[in-house]
């Protein structure tokens, strides 16, 4: 199974790194919403939609995602 390095600059603002493992991106950046963001954004798909608006954002993005 594929291992994701993952990365989010919070609101606080802090940096969250984590490696997730799971069978796809969508997937990893899923499971590292649900376990690791616990501010700023509700727990539930609108605050993973937000969240994935922060994280990919064209001008200032506040996340990265790599395959390992």
Do not use: C
Not at 20 to 43: C, H, K, P, W
Not at 50 to 58: I, L, N
């Amino acid at each position: 199974m594929p291992k994701y390095a993952i990365a989010f600059i919070t609101p606080k603002p802090s940096l969250v790194h984590q490696v997730v493992e799971m069978d796809s991106r969508e997937s990893a950046l899923r499971l590292y919403f649900n376990q690791f963001i616990t501010s700023g954004y509700s727990q539930d798909s609108e605050g993973f939609s937000y969240f994935k608006e922060d994280f990919f954002d064209a001008e200032n993005p506040l996340g990265s995602i790599l395959e390992l």
